[in-house]
């Protein structure tokens, strides 16, 4: 029943900008948030929205990223801006509905000049 619909990745030099996307559908949601993950490495979390509005940013994005939601949409945003090399990963989005947890099937973000 529930789906999380990702959209936004692609291909971008150094200090271009992205906007992903993620729309749910069959669940309303406690939090939102979006983690990546990169070759070889653990899935971290880069930032989250609660559904009153509480962020949370990852302090290697803060001050270039920014999540916002519309709750109404299920929706959440990750506006990222002067990407890095570093940035490079599937972006995965997170819905949590109190003890539930729904994932994306990840969209992919490459920085490389």
């Known amino acids: 029943q529930v789906q999380l619909v990702e959209s936004g990745g692609g291909l971008v030099q150094p200090g271009d900008s992205l906007r992903l996307s993620c729309t749910a559908s069959?669940?309303?949601?406690?939090?939102m948030g979006w983690y990546r993950q990169a070759p070889g490495t653990e899935r971290d979390l880069v930032a989250s929205?609660?559904?009153?509005?509480?962020?949370n940013y990852q302090d290697s994005v803060k001050g270039r990223f920014t999540i916002s939601s519309d709750n109404a949409k299920n929706t959440v945003y990750l506006q990222m801006n002067s990407l890095k090399p570093e940035d490079t990963a599937v972006y995965y989005c997170?819905?949590?509905?109190?003890?539930?947890?729904?994932w994306g099937k990840g969209t992919l973000v490459t920085v490389s000049s």
């Open positions: 069959g669940s309303s949601f406690t939090a």
């Open positions: 997170n819905l949590k509905f109190w003890t539930l947890d729904f």
């Open positions: 929205i609660t559904r009153g509005g509480t962020t």
